[in-house]
């Protein structure tokens, strides 16, 4: 197993651009979320999937789309970049989204730079 | 879900034990505590949890109070590559939702 995969490992933007953060996970899990980290501080949940064609908002959502047409695939869009979406953005995923001992496994993570 | 309270770092000499403590005084009954890493800005890696009984793997040992409310994670022989921020989270079956605080950075010198 690959585990959870993330593309690409570094992007720079200008603002206004648009782009598309990629990941993928090959462990036929139905949960898969979205992280951003800013510097000195911990994760905070942007946009979550409880399994596909079922998405949902987390605690910092605008700003970002995302969609989930297969079990194995859950990008995240920027539909016009800002300076404050410069961060680290951690994909995970876990078998259900129900059990409290589900563990949540994380990507390696992209590095965003918006100019 | 319960919140967590973990030393803001830590020193262990490699080869010791490397002890982190958390407290979690308002943990329920069927939340678990969870126990991740992230080593310089890579992506948190998954280390334990457990419910109520103290848990051992590859990795680590999660000590956990017979009242729970505190835990205390154990690195048996630290290395200098188990230099991280460790996350105590505590977390419930009302969905998938990790909440990480700032942790515990463990410095491991030679």
């Known amino acids: 197993n690959a585990g959870v995969t993330q593309t690409p490992k570094f992007q720079v933007l200008k603002t206004g651009q648009s782009m598309t953060l990629q990941c993928a996970q090959d462990m036929n899990h139905e949960y898969m979320s979205w992280y951003r980290q800013d510097p000195g501080m911990g994760l905070r949940l942007i946009h979550y999937s409880v399994g596909a064609g079922i998405t949902d908002q987390g605690e910092v959502p605008n700003g970002y789309n995302v969609s989930r047409s297969t079990t194995e695939d859950f990008p995240l869009r920027l539909l016009s970049a800002a300076p404050s979406q410069t961060s680290v953005y951690f994909c995970?995923?876990?078998?259900?989204?129900?059990?409290?001992?589900?563990?949540?496994?994380f990507g390696p993570g992209t590095r965003l730079t918006v100019l | 879900d319960a919140k967590t309270t973990q030393p803001p770092s830590m020193d262990c000499a490699e080869g010791r034990a490397a002890n982190l403590p958390c407290n979690h005084s308002?943990?329920?009954?069927?939340?678990?505590v969870y126990w991740y890493r992230q080593i310089h800005s890579q992506g948190p890696q998954y280390i334990i949890h457990?419910?109520?009984n103290n848990e051992t793997n590859e990795m680590a040992s999660l000590i956990i109070t017979e009242d729970r409310k505190s835990s205390t994670l154990i690195l048996p022989h630290a290395t200098l590559r188990d230099t991280a921020v460790y996350y105590c989270i505590v977390r419930g079956t009302h969905g998938n939702k990790l909440v990480f605080g700032a942790g515990t950075i463990l410095r491991v010198k030679s």
């Open positions: 308002t943990i329920s009954g069927n939340e678990y």
């Open positions: 995970a995923s876990s078998k259900t989204s129900g059990r409290a001992s589900d563990t949540q496994y």
């Open positions: 457990g419910l109520k």
